[in-house]
């Protein structure tokens, strides 16, 4: 149970299971919100980052980052939202999750008359643009703003700062049991992008595919990166594959999950993250 649990929210924080369709359709506040739910990890970053981290009145599992998000009462995760909680809070914003929450749940709340803003960016610029966006909706411009622009001025200096590095072959261990990767459409693959790191697995026909160990091994990754995960790192003992090049060279790293997976601010962190990772295998 604890296997399909972690599993579970693993592959809901790159948007791989089916879920509520994400429409990009904006709430439509006549004033600032002041009370807002905001139904996924990476919204309670954003939310915090702009300044309007006091507003949240409830959120759902897994929403842990900053420290003080863990106060927020929880009122769904995996297995979906409870409304009566939403009814009960009555709040003036309610900030979904189109690739993790259920379309069920994301219905009935507009039934119901709220104001739905659905956060769910899809490519590393998107986040600098749903910043601005929740900073309009919440009254917090002129943060909003400043973070989104910091974050575009970050993440276009580590473009610019590896585009012209030696390519790295790299394999992504997103799983181990069954052993996952990511392919060209995935989150991760931006993120390998701007550290000129070049995925075995791009072409893959699925965007998050179930691999073997023997398909890897044929491949030859020159870095093998792992999600942090206790169950991830134990899960496969590369080092009897002494034929890899990452095996052989010690190029194996495990990198924090949630800087890596959640669309927010801290994404530059996970990629600078992994471009030293990269940066390791080319010396």
Known sequence: MKFLSTICVLLLAVGVLPSAASDGVAAEVKVPAKRVIALSPHSVEMLYAIGAGESILATTEHADFPASALDIPRIGGYHGIQIERVIEIDPDLVVVWGSGNKAEDVERLKELGFNVYNS??????????????????????????????????????????????????VFYQLWSTPLMTVAKNSWIQQ???????????????????????????????????QSQDKGNILGVDWSQWQEIPAVKNEHIYQLHADLLHRAAPRAILGIEMLCEALDKARK
């Not at 601005?132 to 276009?156: C, F, P, S, W």
């Open 120 to 169: 769910d960016p899809k490519t590393l610029e998107a986040v600098a643009s749903e910043l601005k966006e929740l900073g309009e909706l919440t009254g917090h411009q002129d943060a909003a703003n400043q973070v989104a622009d910091d974050y575009l001025a970050k993440l276009a200096q580590l473009r610019k700062s590896n585009w012209a590095k030696p390519e790295v072959k």
């Open 191 to 225: 993120i390998i992008s701007v550290c000129h790191g070049d995925n075995v697995y791009f072409d893959a026909a699925s965007d998050y595919p179930q691999v073997s160990l023997e398909s890897v091994l044929l491949k030859m990754p020159e870095v093998i990166l």
